[in-house]
Nanobody
Framework: QVQLVESGGGLVQAGGSLRLSCEAS???????TGWFRQAPGKEREFVAA????????DYADSVKGRFTISGDNAKNTVYLRMNSLKPEDTAVYYC???????????????????WGQGTQVTVSS
């Protein structure tokens, strides 16, 4: 089993930056990892993902050029750097990991087996 714990959320003004962290514990071999978010009244949506090697990444169009996903396998941690934040980025952000045998990027929720509890990001205008 893998446990994921997100941190780094908070309140920030529009144009500001935050860095979210997702630390894995348990059976922590490298996993393809993704970030999703869910705003009030909306469905959870894909934000960013990277392969288990960290070599390949993908982003939702709405965050391209502003967000960067990266990983540190030595620390069992994946990061989401968020710059130029907008009020529409306000949401609960979830980290998710695929099974170890599934090493490619996952773009949909059902491709992920492990989920964190989420961290709130609020961007004020």
């Amino acid at each position: 089993q893998v446990q994921l714990v997100e941190s780094g959320g908070g309140l920030v003004q529009a144009g500001g930056s935050l860095r979210l962290s997702c630390e894995a514990s348990g059976r922590t071999f490298p996993h393809a990892t993704g970030w999703f978010r869910q705003a009030p009244g909306k469905e959870r949506e894909f934000v960013a993902a990277l392969t288990w090697s960290g070599r390949y990444t993908d982003y939702a169009d709405s965050v391209k050029g502003r967000f960067t996903i990266s990983g540190d396998n030595a620390k069992n941690t994946v990061y989401l750097r968020m710059n130029s934040l907008k009020p529409e980025d306000t949401a609960v952000y979830y980290c998710a990991a695929r099974r170890p045998t599934e090493q490619s990027i996952g773009l949909t929720q059902n491709q992920y087996a492990y989920w964190g509890q989420g961290t709130q990001v609020t961007v004020s205008s």
